[in-house]
């Protein structure tokens, strides 16, 4: 172990530096023109560094000058002082005393001390975390390939018997039909839900982006969705703007999105209700909404809806829903680098909201996404 090199710091912040070398995460603290000034102990087992190598030495010159780190740094020297430090980055990076590379994430923050800026990298390695996901979606691939083959078949003959003669003579058999082939349907679409979150939730469903119209997806939507509305009376109505309006999104992700909520409105909306799916512009690119008269979801439940394996909407002692719609709905809208908010006025029914930027932005290799090809 070498000398620790003396470096002058504030009272408070050699307090704070005593508290950041317990912290069970990798900690640097760099001052304004990036010198580092604090090298906790779990950063220097995790990059088999003494800090005395490193304290008062350019972090981003002379410890980390990889790519990725160099990223940080523009943000770093363009922010520091001036503007809050928020940004992160996840990558491979090749230990030299380690057999196969590690999966690292790195964090970036900042605080002032007697009016001084510092910034502040957490470093953190997930390879063990990213394993288990790369786990988690194999078998989750698995399972769901093992599943659809067998409920297309079923779906398949459902139809066949349907459309016979026999059967089509009688309504009340074309009845239990059609609901045993939309049941079969909405299961189909669970077990495609279920890979799709594990996926984005490992950051490893890249999304095909194409400039789209997202008036004329939202039409799509709503007149493929028609008949669903039909059989439980109700209205469905698109409302978009006169002028198309261009977004830059993967128009296969978003319309099952939009299809979730819609089907979510039709379940839980008025006899004779309507729903209205409507697309505006707003400050920050475009909002996409899903409006129902139906009963609303109470407030308590709010928070927690788009949770896997959540009740949506007012639940009846006993009930709960099984479904994954919300749960894809808020991981394909966050991919895009939007975000999902439910709205629920005193008056009553339930509005989704869905902000998307007009250009997804990318903090993070986590939340990347590869562009159309």
């Known amino acids: 172990m070498g000398q620790v090199p003396d470096i002058d710091l504030p ?41 005395a190598e490193v304290l008062g030495t350019r972090f981003f010159v002379d410890v980390a000058p990889c790519m990725n780190i160099k990223a940080l740094g523009g943000h770093f020297f363009e922010r520091i002082g001036r503007e809050p430090l928020q940004a992160a980055t996840e990558f491979n990076f090749p230990f030299p005393f380690l057999e196969t590379p590690r999966e690292v994430m ?38 769901v390939h093992d599943l659809k083959n067998p409920l297309a078949v079923i779906l398949a003959n459902l139809t066949y018997v349907q459309s016979t003669p026999q059967v089509s003579a009688h309504p009340d058999l074309v ?51 028609q008949g669903s509305a039909r059989e439980r009376r109700a209205t469905l109505v698109a409302e978009r703007p006169n002028e198309p309006l261009f ?36 400050s920050t690119g475009i909002e996409i909404l899903v409006s129902d008269n139906g009963p609303g979801i109470p407030e308590a439940a709010r928070a927690s809806i788009f949770e ?22 808020k991981l ?18 339930t509005t989704f909201r869905l902000k998307l930027p007009i250009e997804a932005e990318h903090h993070s290799r986590r939340s990347s996404r590869a562009p159309a090809t």
């Open 11 to 51: 009272a408070q912040l050699q307090l704070l530096t005593t508290l950041l070398d317990q912290m069970p995460v990798g900690v640097v603290v760099l001052d304004a023109v990036g010198t580092v000034v604090h090298f906790n102990r779990y950063e220097e087992q995790l990059a088999r560094r003494d800090r």
């Open 106 to 143: 790195v964090r970036m923050t900042d605080f002032r001390v007697d009016g001084r800026p510092y910034g502040m990298l957490l470093v953190e390695d997930v390879s063990a975390r990213r394993a288990v996901d790369r786990m988690k979606e194999t078998l989750t691939s698995l399972l």
């Open 175 to 225: 009845e239990a039909l059609t609901d045993g082939i939309d049941g079969g349907i909405r299961l189909q679409q669970m077990i495609v839900n279920l890979l799709d979150i594990t996926r984005l939730e490992a950051g490893t469903m890249p999304l095909q982006r194409a400039v789209i119209n997202v008036g004329d997806l939202v039409s799509k939507v709503v007149g493929d969705t």
């Open 247 to 282: 977004a830059l999104l993967d128009a296969d992700v978003l319309r099952r999105a939009l299809d979730n909520l819609v089907n979510n409105a039709l379940r839980y909306c008025r006899s004779g209700g309507r729903i209205i799916v409507g697309v505006q512009t707003a």
């Open 308 to 329: 896997k394996y959540t009740q949506a909407g007012a639940a009846t002692p006993g009930s709960l829903n099984r479904g994954l719609g919300l749960t894809f709905v």
């Open 332 to 349: 394909a809208v966050e991919a895009h680098g939007g975000d999902v908010t439910v709205e629920c006025p005193a008056t009553g029914g």
